[in-house]
């Protein structure tokens, strides 16, 4: 890829998210921004980049407030929670976008799972060498949690978390 194609679809990227900062969970503009369909060929395309670049803001918050907390008093549930807040208080239509559109394709899928994944490993509540699946489902229970918004946040999340993972508990 070449400087030009970066610069162009960092434009178009743009483009999208200016245009549905009307409506974040609404149709993704994808015909009426121009040159969207020649850069990227497909929704399911731009919706890939689009993850990308939120995977890339959350992971680096992630790294910044993880990395702070281990030096201080290892609370990384609370880390990730921060970091959460601040990737989505950071790109707000970015966020929305993305979770609006991401069960609608099947790669957009996978890496939403990855996400999960990565937020479940960054909070301590799974490992990296667990099956899968498992820590996906843990992530995605996490996940719940971090977007019920802290209103709903229990004194105690864990407790949330352990019922949402084991509803007998």
């Known amino acids: 890829m070449s400087w030009n194609d970066f610069y162009r679809r960092r434009d178009v990227l743009d483009a999208v998210l200016t245009a549905a900062a009307r409506d974040p969970r609404g149709p993704l503009p994808f015909e009426t921004v121009p040159g969207a369909e020649e850069v990227f060929g497909s929704r399911e395309e731009l919706m890939l980049a689009l993850?990308?670049?939120?995977?890339?803001?959350?992971?680096?918050?992630?790294?910044?407030?993880?990395?702070?907390?281990?030096?201080?008093?290892?609370?990384?549930?609370?880390?990730?929670?921060?970091?959460?807040?601040?990737?989505?208080?950071?790109?707000?239509?970015?966020?929305?976008?993305?979770?609006?559109?991401?069960?609608?394709?099947?790669?957009?899928?996978?890496?939403?799972?990855?996400?999960?994944?990565?937020?479940?490993?960054?909070?301590?509540?799974?490992?990296?060498?667990?099956?899968?699946?498992?820590?996906?489902?843990?992530?995605?229970?996490?996940?719940?949690?971090?977007?019920d918004g802290p209103r709903l946040w229990p004194a105690r999340p864990f407790d949330r978390l352990r019922r949402m993972l084991a509803p007998s508990a």
């Open 51 to 147: 993850h990308y670049n939120w995977t890339r803001t959350l992971s680096g918050h992630l790294r910044a407030e993880v990395h702070d907390e281990h030096d201080e008093h290892d609370d990384h549930v609370g880390a990730v929670k921060r970091a959460f807040a601040a990737a989505v208080r950071r790109n707000p239509v970015l966020y929305e976008v993305v979770s609006a559109h991401r069960d609608e394709y099947p790669a957009l899928r996978a890496a939403h799972r990855a996400e999960q994944a990565m937020l479940a490993v960054s909070a301590g509540l799974a490992e990296p060498d667990e099956p899968v699946g498992e820590v996906a489902k843990v992530g995605a229970a996490f996940e719940a949690l971090l977007t």
